[in-house]
């Protein structure tokens, strides 16, 4: 039977997902250890991705937690604190293989292939317990009759012989185990073991017919036997597979209830603000109301006041009116006088103002006037006295071309 103590409480963060803490069932790669980390519904989804590092045909194991562990395994003893590992053949995705078998289903099937070889030194690794450097894996059981002695695998027939051996396990590293094997001396009255004789050629049919015979029922044996532990392990998986659906249906239930309690609540919750609402809107349309009418009133009283000042303020304005009628009556024949007076005031200096004026010019235009007619005058004489200047210049012109011409007609 499985304790507490084979599943310590680990605290992992899923790569696939947000979840982080007790993740109740999860993979981790068994080279690259806890690095790659995959919680059970993200490794069923094949979330499983590849890297530089982590490889595709790196085997991938599985852990659990005590509840987990209880439902998928249903107390079963476990192996080495280990549940017992199946691994997929990650080249033609075949399953149920353990460590040894996947190895040999390597070998014999993917020889040829380029990452065959690495699998295989995984496998075996895996095989002889030598997990330390592969992120902490613990050796798996071997399919054979044997015993664990302070955590090594020794075959029974080798019982006596371990008695006198001292075998030292001690954990050097996280995940990994160092063991000191310390041999007795040899005990001086010990019977050797003699060979089996090799049967001659005086064997009997019937001897060989007991023979086979033997070994067929211990075949049927070893069959009954497996089938026995398959239809048991089968059993333990409906178990299983049973615990996971009830506690998946009680889940269901719990969760179903849940929500419709929360839904009738929130309905609830939703039809009192409703009603709530409605209230506070009817009580709000109340004082909309009354506010309405004591508006409406005040409006009234007001257009009352504003009629009545209009009423006394058009009395006013006529009696003002007439008043002011009366007194433009009065004021109209003296004031009419004096401005007819003060107009013919206005009228006469404009008047004289004009001929002033008219008077300035004339005067102006004739000192213009004479200014003009100096200056043709002066012209004209500039012009006579230019003429008698060339008359001048003409006859003496003429009478020396008189005197050259007496000259030429004499010579």
């Known amino acids: 039977m499985s304790s507490d103590s084979d599943f310590p409480v680990l605290h992992r963060k899923c790569l696939g997902c947000p979840a982080l803490g007790d993740l109740g069932r999860w993979y981790e790669c068994v080279v690259c250890g806890t690095q790659i980390t995959l919680c059970g519904p993200c490794f069923d989804l094949g979330k499983n991705r590849v890297s530089p590092?982590?490889?595709?045909?790196?085997?991938?194991?599985?852990?659990?937690?005590?509840k987990m562990a209880d439902i998928y395994f249903g107390g079963e003893v476990l192996v080495n604190g280990e549940a017992p590992q199946s691994f997929q053949c990650p080249f033609c995705d075949d399953m149920g293989f353990t460590a040894e078998e996947l190895a040999v289903h390597v070998q014999e099937k993917h020889s040829n292939h380029p990452d065959?070889?690495?699998?295989?030194?995984?496998?075996?690794?895996?095989?002889?317990?030598?997990?330390?450097?592969?992120?902490?894996?613990?050796?798996?059981?071997?399919?054979?009759?044997?015993?664990?002695?302070?955590?090594?695998?020794?075959?029974?027939?080798?019982?006596?012989?371990?008695?006198?051996?001292?075998?030292?396990?001690?954990?050097?590293?996280?995940?990994?185990?160092?063991?000191?094997?310390?041999?007795?001396?040899?005990?001086?009255?010990?019977?050797?073991?003699?060979?089996?004789?090799?049967?001659?050629?005086?064997?009997?049919?019937?001897?060989?017919?007991?023979?086979?015979?033997?070994?067929?029922?211990?075949?049927?044996?070893?069959?009954?036997?497996?089938?026995?532990d398959i239809s048991t392990?089968?059993?333990?998986?409906?178990?299983?597979?049973?615990?996971?659906?009830?506690?998946?249906?009680?889940?269901?239930?719990?969760?179903?209830?849940?929500?419709?309690?929360?839904?009738?609540?929130?309905?609830?919750?939703?039809?009192?603000?409703?009603?709530?609402?409605?209230?506070?809107?009817?009580?709000?349309?109340?004082?909309?109301?009354?506010?309405?009418?004591?508006?409406?009133?005040?409006?009234?009283?007001?257009?009352?006041a504003i009629e009545e000042k209009l009423k006394i303020a058009q009395t006013l304005r006529d009696e003002n009116i007439k008043k002011m009628l009366n007194r433009l009556k009065e004021h109209n024949t003296v004031k009419i006088a004096e401005i007819k007076s003060h107009q013919d005031q206005l009228e006469t200096q404009k008047l004289e103002e004009k001929a002033r004026i008219y008077e300035n010019k004339l005067f102006a235009a004739e000192q213009n006037r004479e200014k003009e007619i100096q200056k043709k005058i002066e012209k004209v004489q500039k012009l006579e006295r230019r003429a008698e200047l060339v008359r001048q210049n003409k006859a003496q012109t003429q009478d020396m071309d008189g005197q050259q011409n007496a000259i030429a007609s004499s010579g």
């Open 53 to 66: 590092k982590h490889k595709y045909y790196h085997p991938m194991r599985a852990l659990y937690n005590k």
């Open 116 to 228: 065959a070889s690495a699998l295989i030194e995984i496998l075996e690794t895996m095989s002889n317990g030598y997990m330390g450097s592969f992120g902490g894996a613990r050796a798996h059981h071997l399919a054979m009759e044997e015993q664990p002695l302070g955590g090594l695998q020794v075959p029974m027939d080798e019982e006596e012989d371990t008695k006198s051996t001292e075998i030292r396990c001690q954990e050097k590293s996280r995940g990994g185990l160092s063991y000191e094997v310390i041999l007795a001396e040899p005990a001086p009255n010990v019977a050797v073991p003699k060979r089996p004789v090799t049967p001659g050629k005086n064997v009997s049919v019937e001897e060989i017919e007991q023979k086979l015979k033997a070994a067929e029922e211990r075949r049927i044996s070893l069959e009954a036997k497996k089938m026995a």
């Open 233 to 304: 392990k089968l059993a333990k998986v409906d178990e299983a597979t049973r615990k996971k659906d009830e506690i998946t249906n009680e889940f269901i239930t719990q969760t179903k209830e849940q929500l419709e309690s929360k839904m009738e609540q929130h309905v609830e919750k939703r039809e009192a603000i409703i009603s709530d609402m409605k209230e506070k809107l009817k009580i709000h349309a109340q004082e909309i109301e009354k506010t309405r009418e004591t508006l409406e009133q005040q409006k009234a009283n007001e257009q009352k």
